[in-house]
């Protein structure tokens, strides 16, 4: 085999490509693999950009999934800094940003997301931080001093956590989205307003039900302008709106696209030789019944190394139910399936807003769980789910404690 042929390539270098080389090495023990990663550090987690790391509860060297010799000794080639730009399905080969050429006899796509970008007066200003990337971090851990002031664009996950972390760093934060609360699109009202009353108690200022209608420098600062007029002031700049899936190399090699990069149960893209993993993989979700993306850290973890298993031989479906979680200041949680606030919900609450167990059910039919400050429950949680049939709301007291 030529030094430029490998029987995996795996393009991405975030937690499911790091995973799917622990898949491949469990059926093939042998075979030459490629890792290629845009970014120019080895595979990390990221949920710490936003929590740990923040604390002091991690350090920065503690994130990465491997140590340098894990690739070494697996027969792994890293090559990190340059993306790859083009995938040529007939001919099986890559090619990367640096103008090198790959081969492969499996592929696997495993580049998540760009974080969604706003497009205003000023949004590509110097210095506004699209929150994501490790690069990200520790920009912003070095402007984020005590008694400096932020604005934070974004009420869901990433802004509602860098808040929370930049307060914990005695960094004044005021938050500005268009939702009337945070965390909308998976907080029942009651619990979203109660969350956000203790960001207030905090001192965080909220302008919820607005947007950013502008962006400027201001001195060494910015100024953010609102729809309803307010004129914000800030040292720092952070968005966390979300992210867009990675589908652009998919849809360049003539894969199956919709809502990410359309892959069969097996994580088989409409090409056989091309699999998908991670946040831009739109997978069946088999204990639900539907096909969606999930990002979130375990579903990457637990799909990129099934993808690997796959690559080479495996054949088994992805059947797994990923959770996913979230620290609010002394609001944590834990949730599995189909979280979303247009279902039904039904709380459970031991101590209301606080801790309890909320249902989320369709059509009488238990969908997803979220399990509020009660721990250690996921898979009581996933069994609900996969058991099925209708229940009222009112039987479900206590079926999770």
């Not at 030094?3 to 898949?23: F, K, N, T």
């Not at 892959?263 to 030789?273: A, G, I, K």
């Not at 250690?376 to 996933?382: G, L, Q």
Request: aromatic letters at 10%.
């Amino acid at each position: 085999m030529a030094a430029d042929d490998y029987r995996y390539i795996i393009v991405g270098g975030g937690l499911a490509g790091a995973s799917a080389v622990e898949g491949i090495r469990e059926k093939d023990a042998n075979g030459p693999v490629l890792l290629i990663g845009e970014e120019k550090y080895p595979p990390y987690d990221r949920p710490p950009l936003s929590k740990k790391l923040w604390l002091g509860k991690k350090k920065v060297e503690e994130i990465f999934i491997h140590d340098a010799g894990f690739y070494e000794k697996n027969g792994v080639t890293l090559a990190l800094g340059a993306g790859v730009t083009d995938v040529d399905a007939s001919a099986k080969s890559v090619r990367s940003s640096d103008g090198k050429q790959y081969r492969f006899g499996k592929l696997l796509i495993a580049t998540g997301g760009s974080p969604k970008r706003l497009p205003i007066p000023g949004g590509d200003a110097e210095g506004i931080c699209y929150y994501r990337y490790l690069n990200d971090y520790l920009r912003m851990r070095d402007d984020a001093r005590e008694g400096g002031s932020a604005v934070v664009v974004g009420g869901g996950f990433i802004g509602s956590e860098i808040a929370a972390a930049l307060v914990a760093n005695k960094v004044s934060v005021t938050m500005v989205f268009p939702e009337g609360y945070l965390c909308s699109r998976v907080f029942p009202e009651s619990l979203g307003r109660a969350v956000q009353d203790d960001y207030r108690s905090r001192g965080v200022g909220i302008l919820s039900g607005d947007r950013p209608v502008s962006f400027g420098k201001k001195g060494n600062g910015f100024l953010t302008v609102t729809e309803k007029g307010a004129r914000l002031e800030s040292d720092i700049l952070i968005v966390g709106i979300g992210m867009a899936p990675a589908a652009a190399l998919a849809e360049k090699a003539g894969l199956l696209t919709g809502d990410g990069i359309v892959v069969d149960e097996y994580l088989r893209t409409s090409n056989p030789d091309i699999y998908a993993a991670g946040d831009n993989a739109f997978f069946p979700y088999q204990a639900l019944g539907r096909a969606m993306r999930v990002e979130h850290w375990d579903n990457a973890l637990n799909q990129g190394k099934q993808a690997g298993r796959n690559m080479a031989g495996a054949a088994e479906a992805y059947t797994y139910m990923p959770y996913f979680f979230s620290d609010l200041f002394d609001f944590g949680y834990e949730a599995v399936g189909e979280v979303s606030a247009g279902l039904e919900t039904f709380a459970d609450w031991q101590k209301e807003n606080d801790t309890g167990v909320i249902y989320y059910l369709k059509d009488g039919i238990v969908r997803g769980v979220m399990m509020c400050n009660v721990w250690d429950k996921v898979e009581a949680a996933r069994e609900l789910i996969r058991k099925g049939g209708w229940a009222a709301p009112e039987t479900l007291r206590g079926a999770i404690r």
